[in-house]
């Protein structure tokens, strides 16, 4: 649930406000998160879903046409990619699953499958015409998605990291045509973020057990 919170936020702050397709590339559980992210912020009408396992991909978007979206699941990841708004991409791939050439000027793409030395699924010189958005940026330039770019030269640095925007040091988008990258390798202020949380709601509705350690 983090993570489909920070999608949401790397979403709203670099996406186009009227995105209304999305394309998920990866149908596993994190996509049907990543799903529920964008509709907090996004008035998202259509879901296109790839996976390289197909029934999985059929059902994430079955369960999006329960859920009132128009849903389909598509053969090729540039099926989905085409015409979306915004795509999410959320595999554990080691190798490109999305070329430069499909990414449309005006595309927003959150890229949560990179969380490890090798993890790649956006080509290298895509990096080179997108304004690229780090959660945390020396993470992402060894285990993100950004890693490959940074080693391959294709970039030297990023836009900014996402709180510096939250914060209002940088901007977000700033052009309709401009593609953006938010590079999610995951952070433990978000798991921090989440229990204060989880904890404050507990105590506001009177759920738990107070244990006391001897």
Not at 78 to 106: K, L, M, N
Not at 184 to 191: F, V, Y
């Amino acid at each position: 649930i983090r993570t489909g919170a920070a999608g949401a936020l790397g979403a709203r702050c670099l996406a186009r406000e009227d995105s209304r397709i999305a394309a998920v590339i990866g149908a596993g559980v994190q996509g049907a998160i990543q799903i529920a992210g964008l509709r907090a912020v996004l008035p998202i009408e259509e879901v296109r879903c790839f996976d390289a396992d197909t029934e999985a991909a059929r059902d994430l978007a079955g369960k999006a046409q329960v859920d009132g979206l128009r849903a389909k699941w598509c053969e090729t990841a540039r099926q989905a990619i085409e015409g979306a708004d915004v795509v999410v991409t959320a595999t554990p791939s080691f190798s490109p699953v999305i070329e430069d050439a499909w990414i449309a000027p005006g595309t927003h793409i959150n890229a949560f499958g990179a969380d490890t030395r090798g993890k790649q699924e956006l080509e290298e010189s895509l990096f080179g015409r997108a304004k690229v958005v780090a959660d945390y940026l020396p993470q992402c330039r060894e285990i993100g998605e950004c890693q490959h770019a940074f080693r391959s030269g294709r970039i030297t640095a990023v836009h900014a990291e996402l709180g510096e925007i939250l914060a209002g040091r940088k901007p977000g988008r700033e052009t309709r045509d401009e593609i953006t990258i938010f590079d999610a390798s995951g952070i433990s202020l978000q798991d921090l973020a989440v229990a204060a949380l989880a904890y404050e709601t507990a105590l506001a509705g009177g759920a738990g057990l107070r244990v006391a350690m001897d």
